[in-house]
Structure formats: C-alpha cells, structure tokens
C-alpha cells in the first residue's frame, strides 16, 4: 500500500500548488518506539504574462516541527535553506536550493527531476519533506505536527522580492475510535503579504543577519 494520499491542486493568484501528501504511521502504536513519519511531494509554481526579462525564482519559508538544517529554530517561521549563498543582492540569498541540485530517489512523482527552476516568464521549486514524531502514549498521538509553508518570489536581476506571496500548510489527525488510522489535513493555499507578515520579515532578517526595515526595503 502507497504511502501516498491522493494528489491535490490549488491555485491563488498567480501561484499554482501540486501537492502529494505523504503519510507513514507505525505497524503497532503500542511500541514503545512507535513512530510517524509525514510530510507531502510538492511543486510550487508561479507564473507571469509575457513578455518580461528579468528572471524570477522562489524563496520558501518553512514552520517545521524537527530541524531542517542545524541553524533551523523549530516550530517558529525559517528560511528553507542550509545557508545564505554569497550573491549580489541579499535577496537571491534566499531562493530555494542551488543551481543543479535534483530530487532524490525516495519521491515516487518528482525523482531526477531540478529542484527548482528560474526564467523571466515563470518559476518552480520541488521539494519533499519528510519529518518523524515519536510522540505516542499508550497508543495515542500526543506529538505536533503543524507544518506551515510561505513562498515569495525574488527578482534575480533587481534583487528585490514581490510582496504577495503563498501561504499554506498541513497536519496529521489521528482516529480517536481506530488508533492505527491517521489522516493528513491540508490547509489550502491562501495569499500572504511580505509587508504585513513580521514573522516572515523576521525569519528572512535572521537569515541573513539584517533588521526587519533592512529587509522591507527589498520588497517591490
């Protein structure tokens, strides 16, 4: 049996999401190290009209429950990436993954395949988080597993970063009356603003070690 639930599209504003959520509960949730491991395969889109010039790419937010990366601060707003990389403007910085990098084998829909991709016209990152949460008593789910997503969309050329972005989300459920079922819970897709999210401005001003005005003064 696939671990995979049945794959789900959103749209919002120019931004397209398609999302393959991921879900694997332990055999037994009486062991003591039980175990559930969830997340989602996912490509998050945006697209313009043409004609432009100016290349596009996506930085993305993260609100993880386990550390992504060693300087990660859990169940707080980060930027989804190990470390700024040296760059002409601060904002590039942040853009999703590095240039050549693929998906790994352990994605069943996105294997081999760019984890991000840049033009003047559009843009996409493919990502698939996985995290695990031990946290069972006497076969209940007592762990958190809210995980949360922003995507903002950076100008290459000018190094400044569009104000609207994406916002959205999921968590894990647990059958009260039938222990060994779980469910994912989506939270769709809804339009957030760079200017008016201090939580996004702080984690994008903590990564790369400027004030919040700093980083408001990028924002197209």
């Known amino acids: 049996m696939s671990n995979y639930w049945p794959e789900q599209n959103f749209d919002t504003g120019k931004f397209h999401l398609q999302l393959h959520p991921y879900l694997a ?14 997340g989602a395969d996912f490509k998050a889109r945006f697209a313009r009209a043409a004609p432009q010039t100016d290349e596009i790419g996506l930085l993305q937010l993260i609100f993880p429950q386990t550390a992504v990366f060693p300087a990660t601060q859990v169940r707080a707003w980060n930027v989804d990436k190990r470390a700024p990389t040296p ?41 698939t988080p996985r995290e695990f949460n031990n946290r069972f ?16 969309v950076v100008d290459t ?54 004030t919040r005005d700093q980083v408001k003064s990028y924002i197209a």
Not at 137 to 152: E, I, M, R, S, V
Not at 161 to 174: A, E, K, S
């Open 25 to 38: 509960p332990p055999e037994n949730v009486f062991d003591p190290h039980a175990a559930l491991q969830y």
């Open 137 to 152: 008593d006497q076969g209940h789910f007592t762990g958190d597993t809210t995980t949360k997503f922003a995507n903002y």
């Open 87 to 127: 760059a002409l403007a601060p904002m590039r910085n942040c853009l999703y993954s590095e240039p050549g990098a693929v998906v790994g084998n352990h994605s069943q829909y996105y294997a081999g395949q760019p984890t991000r991709y840049l033009s003047p016209t559009e843009c996409w990152l493919i990502d």
């Open 157 to 210: 050329a000018t190094g400044k970063v569009f104000d609207h972005g994406m916002v959205w989300g999921y968590h894990v459920v647990q059958n009260s009356k039938k222990l060994t079922e779980f469910e994912p819970v989506i939270v769709a897709p809804k339009e957030s603003r760079l200017s008016q999210s201090n939580e996004h401005l702080d984690a994008i001003a903590r990564f790369l070690d400027l």
